[in-house]
Every structure is written in C-alpha cells, then in structure tokens.
C-alpha cells in the first residue's frame, strides 16, 4: 500500500471540509442582505447563494489558488503541514461560526500555513511575498467596500427622491437579488481557490503536480477544482445562520435600498481582488459594505458588535497561526505518541462540531427576528438621517 498516496488522499478529504465549512461560514457575506431585507424567503436563500458559488466554477481561473499555493515554499511542505494548517483553519471557522462572528475563513487557512509553516522550516520556509498580498487585503479589502457601499447609498438615496421610491420598493428588491447572486458568484470565484490552492500546494509537494511551463504557476488538476467548487457550494447550501443573523440583523438596520448599496460595495471588491489574484476575505469586504450603507443611509452601525467583529479580523491569522504550529509540533512527536495524541485531538473537535452543527439555529429562527416594518407609500421627502432615522442600538 503507498502510504504516501492514501495519506494525500485523507488531507485532500480534509481540505475538502474546510471548504465546507468555508461555505456555510461565509454564506452571509451573500444572502444576509436578501434574508434581513425578505427580498428573499430565508429558506430559499442558501440554495440561491450555492447556485451562484458553484457558477464560478465555468468562468474564473486559478490566480487565487496560485498566491495561496505559495504560501509556503514547496520543499517545505507536505502532509503533516497541510494537515496542521487545515485542522487550525477548520477550527477557527467552527468556534467563530458558534459565536456568530463573521471571521475570515481566508485568512484562517493563510494563517494555518504560516503558522505549520513556521514550525517546519522557521521564516524562511515562508514566501512573504504571497503572505504580504494577503494582507494588503486585509486593509484595502474592507476599506474599498465600506467607502464603495457609502457612496452607493447616496446615488440610492438620488435615485429615491427622483423616483419617489420608499426604502422597500420592490426595484431595490430586484437589484438586491441581482448584485446578492454577483456577491455569491464572487465568493465562490474567490474562496473555492483557496482549497484549491491548499490541495495543489499539497499535490506538489508530494510530487503528484508540477510548476507549470512559465515557472511560476502550480498547475491545478481539474478533479480539484471541480471538487472544491462542489464542497464549498454545499456548506452554502447548509447555512451557517449564525452569521447570517450577526450580519443580517445585528450589524445595522437594512431595508432594500442600503442592501442594494452593500451588496455593490461587497461586489466591486470581491472581483477586483479575484482580478488580480489577491486572496482577499470575502466576508470584511461584505461586512464593511454592510457598515458603509448603514451609515451612509442614516441608520448608523451597532459599534460594539462591529469592535467585536474587527477584534476578531485581527486575531484570526495568529490565532490559526498558534493552532497549526501547536498541531504540526504534536505530528513531529514518536510515532506511536503522535499518532495517539492527533487522533484524541481530532476526535474530540469533530465530536464538538458535529454537536454544535445540531444545535444550532435555522432558517426559520432567523426570519422570525426580522422586523416587520409599515412600508411608506411615498418616500420621506428628505434624507433618512434627516428624519429621525438614528443609530441602532
């Protein structure tokens, strides 16, 4: 038997969790605005979103994957490091989507192979190159859509007082689906080639791919693309409504005019990062521009879940970092113990998440929580933070 082959294949099944549940834990940064806004059913919501993610699939390329492949260099790498910076990513996205807090599950699994990374080979297994564009994302990410969503809602507010059109009507409702199914593709087109990028740095490593003829780019087998749009579309179908009630309902108050103006925001930085291969968080981009129409609409921003929300963007990479130098340390012990000390471990995490996965809420938990509001026939004559319109609590 090639223990090397089935060994692969295990982390292969592993990287394939993640994407799951990258799914369902990114499933707000698309269908929160839809779902608070009931431009959507929520039960119909998911499988909206996980249409779109998996569209990504015919049209996008494989630049993502190609920065987070060479995260670390390849002769560093190898099972017991993909092993550790998935298993610290996994975890991450877990304890984050239990407390309902929109985290990064991009930075997650970046911060799980540098940390794996680090212990394996200290800094200079490391290529910085590909971490320091990941973390330009970091800052340029969130402040494009916050800034793109604010002044979206401004051109929405014009477009309001020329047509007379209150906050719910339904043209925002239909614009809302179309840019809700745009943020999703984006998402899929995005977060799906990190999986990628981890399965074709794992591939590489064990010497089942190649750099290709330009010298630069892991070639990426299209089992494996395939494989991670169909994982990551599925965790979408899920849910993940934990979040989706964080970024829905507790973040602002939206109606269908300021999600309108978050989801432009969320789209227009999603695919300009995925246009230049920048692994960006899809959910800062979809959280801020969230932010950036609440405030722009007058409504104003619940800060202090938005402090707990940035607190969480920050620690996120050494978090993960910690977990997988931790976890790729325990590997390196005498056979008998690491394997005996892994398992223990991965067994009680697994046992946590599946109990955690059925204790949760759901859909209709979530809808319930929607105000229903007396929808205006005409619209206020001035500007929203004009007439009354404060902060949220």
Not at 84 to 108: C, D, E, K, Q
Not at 142 to 165: D, E, H, R, S, T
Request: include cysteine; glycine fraction near 10%.
């Amino acid at each position: 038997m090639d223990v090397l082959l089935v060994s692969v294949v295990a982390i292969i099944a592993l990287a394939l969790v993640f994407d799951f549940t990258n799914g369902f834990h990114d499933a707000a940064n698309s269908v929160a605005t839809v779902v608070a806004t009931r431009a959507l059913p929520a039960k119909w919501a998911p499988a909206f979103s996980a249409f779109f993610n998996f569209l990504a699939y015919f049209v996008v390329g494989t630049a993502v994957a190609n920065t987070v492949a060479k995260t670390v260099k390849s002769e560093y790498g190898g099972v017991a490091l993909v092993f550790a910076a998935l298993f610290a990513a996994i975890a991450w996205n877990y304890v984050t989507w239990r407390f309902g807090m929109p985290s990064s599950s991009s930075h997650a699994i970046i911060g799980g192979l540098v940390g794996a990374g680090l212990a394996a080979g200290g800094l200079e297994a490391i290529d910085w190159s590909s971490v320091q564009k990941a973390a330009l994302g970091i800052v340029l990410s969130p402040a494009v859509a916050f800034c793109v969503a604010f002044v979206a809602m401004y051109l929405v507010i014009g477009v309001q007082k020329a047509f007379k059109w209150h906050d719910d009507h339904p043209v925002f409702k239909g614009v809302q689906l179309v840019s809700a199914g745009a943020v999703s593709f984006g998402h899929g087109a995005n977060d799906a080639q990190k999986t990628m990028g981890v399965i074709a740095a794992l591939l590489l490593s064990a010497g089942y791919t190649h750099i290709g003829a330009d010298g630069k780019t892991v070639e990426v087998p299209e089992w494996a693309a395939l494989s991670a749009y169909t994982a990551i579309a599925l965790g979408t179908l899920w849910g993940g409504w934990k979040i989706i009630e964080t970024m829905g309902l507790k973040l602002t108050t939206l109606h269908a005019s300021s999600g309108t103006a978050a989801n432009i925001g969320a789209t227009t930085a999603i695919f300009g990062a995925t246009a230049v291969g920048m692994p960006i968080s899809t959910t800062h981009a979809a959280a801020s521009s969230i932010v950036g129409a609440g405030v722009g609409s007058g409504k104003g921003a619940n800060w202090r879940v938005v402090g707990e929300m940035v607190i969480a963007w920050v620690i996120t990479i050494p978090a993960a970092a910690t977990v997988a130098f931790l976890m790729y340390h325990l590997t390196q012990l005498p056979t008998v113990l690491a394997w005996v000390t892994v398992t223990v471990i991965v067994a009680a995490f697994a046992a946590w998440a599946i109990w955690a996965m059925m204790h949760t809420i759901h859909a209709k938990d979530v809808e319930a929580e929607i105000p229903v509001e007396e929808i205006l026939a005409e619209p206020l004559p001035g500007h929203p933070r004009l007439e009354g319109h404060g902060p949220v609590d």
